[in-house]
């Protein structure tokens, strides 16, 4: 069973991607883990003050 927040195969695997389909920089892995978890839980924000690669348009 899942709980939220827990980083399981699934959240490794979408983060993964995210790292190899988007131009999040290879210093941003767990940037990417974080938006697997909320991806995952489905969640509908993700509320962040990290404009450098969560909330930054270019990325």
Known sequence: MC???E???TVEN????FMARSNLPPKASDDA???ALATVNRLD???TWNCKHIANAQI
Do not use: C, K
């Open 3 to 5: 709980h939220e927040g």
């Open 45 to 47: 924000y993700l509320l």
């Open 7 to 9: 980083v399981t195969e």
């Open 14 to 17: 979408l983060a993964a991607q």
């Open 33 to 35: 883990i974080h938006i």
